[in-house]
């Protein structure tokens, strides 16, 4: 039963119980347990420069976490980001090998490729309102990876100017230069949620689109805004990706879209849209990085690494209706 | 008059998208065979035919799952582990008879879609999440078992490599046991109790609830029929290529997606028909097949399905909206 201060004012009043119950301190456990975990299975993991190196590993798929927690708090999906990738990263690989354009413009076109796909596909979706979100990112997945193979092939390009590398392999400092890019779009991804009225807005469209409809929310430029940030961030990550590979090819960054999903949602963002925050979803890209260096440190098979991470999702999605399915009325209650 | 229209009008809701799609596969497949007379021949047709045949029997499943307003994008991992687990068991004693293999794969698919619906069911995870989760799990441990080997053709029986390869009266058995699951199917959708169920808790799962039906009951049996699906489709794709890989059927799902959605099927639940889902997979058969004869090169291929299946939904937007406009107009005179 809620207290009747909290009736009257509509705010919860603070209780350390339920701070503590946040899904996004459960994440920090989970985050502590892993490096417990690495610590324990390999004596090479507990060194500062190992584990701010393998950052290096996982976080060009990270930059495309941060906008689909906004694709995902509308209650919509965006599948086609890995085909984004490849194709704005093949472009870029195209105008340096055969156009021989500077590589600072090469950069720009690749962003601007990820953000026109993005765009395209916040066009459909926003004009189309009958079709589903999946099933016009399902064709366009298949279509930009599709275009991504008409121009290269099934060849690699890429030989890209030296200061390229620096993107994924470079340091300042002793910090990696992609987790502080990562960390700079994350506060800013952040804000953008928490901090503004477009992230309220975009809570408002989650929770109730007919509503926010209805209070008089622009859902259609929102949309377009989202959609075209996503592929603009998916572009970002073509650049780091294709800088750690060295090279583009038209099968890169399959399944990037699957696993960006998965990180969000296990980030505790509900899939029906209208919930979750920023940061659950940022502990819960570097949970699965860690443990995934950590498997790879005792040469643990690739194989076993899927199944973990698999179930993991599954399991750690359950985990709060397992319990919640012992009380009958409290479920009533809160739904 | 007015029961002739609103027969037509109803004859429009209902079989828009089915005569919409026939005519654009005549449309294709006329244009294809000016190009090339030979995509009209026996062989080309049985060829595409039994091509289709795994992609329409998936799309039954992943019909039934969308219309209860779920997806499983797990089927392509569940089809690689049941091929691997047969394939390695056929591997093990040759002399296997080929329906004790359909009947392993059959179990295994059935064990993974079990798996499933707890976790969709009993712990009420997102569809989209739980089937993502074990995408991964059973890809993962497709790799496992098989020790990251593959079986190729030389490790398999021959009556093995018959189930996909064999005939019975002249037609391919992939095309006779895909015949046969469509006529189950509409039986079981149209027909049984349990099948208008199936409708109902996809249109208003809460309705169906109050009006007595047990949902739980009904989602649980429609995962497992999935995976027994994709259990059945594994062993069949696996005797049809001879050879079982960690990477079988990769990406796959989505294709069988395609199809549901090129049918008609809607995301949000509750409506879908076999007719449609039929000729949604008979049209990605078709493009599969046509593109090479005309010698579109493949690295154009899923550019063009791609586009064709925008196309496809877009149009079909333009057509709802004009017969909800017609029919507006009617009732205000």
Known sequence: ?335 | MGKRTKNLGRFQRDWSRQVGLTLFIIAVSVAVDIRNPRFFSVVNLSDMISNTAILSILAIGMMIVIITAGIDLSIASTMALSGMVTALTVQANRGLSPMLALLIGLAVGVLCGGVISVFVVRFSVAPIIATLGFMNAYRGLTYLVSHSNWVGPGQMSNGFMMIARGKILGINNLVIIAMLLYLLAFYFLNYTRFGRQIYAVGSNAESAKVSGINTNHVLFTVYVIMGAFAGLAGVLWVSKFASAQGDTALGYEMNVIAACVLGGVSLRGGSGKLSGVLLGSLLLGILNDALPLIDVSPFWQSAIQGAIILVAVISNVFFKRRVEYKTLARRNI
Not at chain 1, 90 to 109: C, E, N, Q, R, S
Request: overall charge positive.
């Open chain 1, 1 to 335: 039963m809620p207290k009747r201060k909290e009736l009257i004012t509509g705010r919860k009043s603070f209780s350390f119980k339920r701070f503590f119950l946040q899904w996004e301190w459960l994440l920090v456990l989970a985050f502590i347990a892993v490096n417990i975990f690495d610590a324990a299975i390999s004596p090479y993991f507990l060194d500062m420069n190992n584990i701010l190196s393998s950052t290096m590993n996982f976080l060009d798929n990270a930059f495309i976490v941060l906008p689909m927690v906004f694709v995902i708090m509308l209650g919509e999906i965006d599948i086609s980001v890995g085909s984004t990738v490849a194709l704005s990263a093949v472009v870029m690989g195209v105008f340096y090998d055969k156009f021989h354009t500077p590589m600072w413009l090469a950069v720009l076109i690749c962003l601007a490729v990820g953000a026109l796909c993005g765009l395209f596909n916040g066009m459909i979706i926003v004009k189309f309102k009958e079709i589903a979100p999946m099933i016009v990112t399902l064709s366009t997945m298949t279509m930009y990876r599709g275009i991504a193979q008409i121009i290269i092939r099934d060849q690699s390009g890429g030989n890209f100017a030296p200061w390229f590398k620096f993107l994924s392999w470079g340091y300042l400092g002793s910090i990696p230069f992609i987790l502080v890019v990562f960390a700079v779009a994350a506060v800013i991804f952040g804000l953008l949620l928490h901090k503004t009225n477009f992230g309220r807005r975009v809570y408002a469209i989650g929770n109730n689109e007919i509503a926010s409809l209805y209070s008089g929310i622009q859902i259609g430029r929102i949309k377009l805004i989202i959609y075209t940030l996503t592929g603009f961030m998916s572009g970002v990550a073509a650049l780091f990706l294709s800088s750690r590979m060295g090279s583009t090819r038209s099968d890169m960054a399959t399944g990037y879209e699957l696993n960006a999903i998965a990180m969000v949602v296990l980030g505790g963002v509900n899939i029906m849209g209208g919930r979750g925050r920023m940061i659950g979803a940022i502990i819960a890209v570097f949970i699965i990085g860690f443990l995934k260096y950590g498997l790879g440190l005792i040469n643990m098979s690739s194989q076993v690494v899927l199944i973990v991470i698999g179930l993991l999702l599954a399991v750690s999605v359950a985990l709060p209706n397992i319990k919640k399915s012992g009380g009958k009325q409290r479920k009533t209650e809160e739904a």
